[in-house]
């Protein structure tokens, strides 16, 4: 019922930019929050970002200063600086929203987009 696609991965040299997008869609009543969250291979997924519907945002320690989430209305982007190449990872669009058939938000993920920061 809901989809969410990610875009604007990609090769990128260390100390570079890139700049992730993800847009909602489906019958959404409502949006919680959204956030981006990583994977590389061998490891856990983490959460990178998280920004609320009161525009409150959270980062991991590893990426503040370089990474900025933002949000309008069910689409979330994230822009990274200073990329380094421990931020190679898959990049996971998620959120917490309310479609037209719940009583209560429900947790949704994207497909992922590749991340890779060569040195």
């Known amino acids: 019922q809901v989809q969410l696609v990610e875009s604007g991965g990609g090769l990128v040299q260390a100390g570079g930019s890139l700049r992730l997008s993800c847009v909602a869609s489906?019958?959404?009543?409502?949006?919680?929050?959204m956030s981006w969250y990583r994977q590389a291979p061998g490891k856990q997924r983490e959460l990178v970002a998280l920004?609320?519907?009161?525009?409150t945002t959270h980062y991991a320690d590893s990426v503040k200063g370089r990474f900025t989430i933002s949000m309008d209305n069910a689409k979330v982007y994230l822009q990274m600086n200073s990329l380094k190449p421990e931020d190679t990872a898959v990049y996971y669009c998620?959120?917490?929203?309310?479609?037209?058939?719940?009583?209560?938000?429900?947790?949704?993920w994207g497909q992922g987009t590749q991340v890779t920061v060569s040195s």
């Open positions: 998620n959120t917490n929203l309310v479609t037209r058939g719940q009583l209560g938000g429900y947790e949704y």
């Open positions: 489906g019958s959404i009543r409502s949006v919680i929050r």
């Open positions: 920004i609320t519907s009161g525009l």
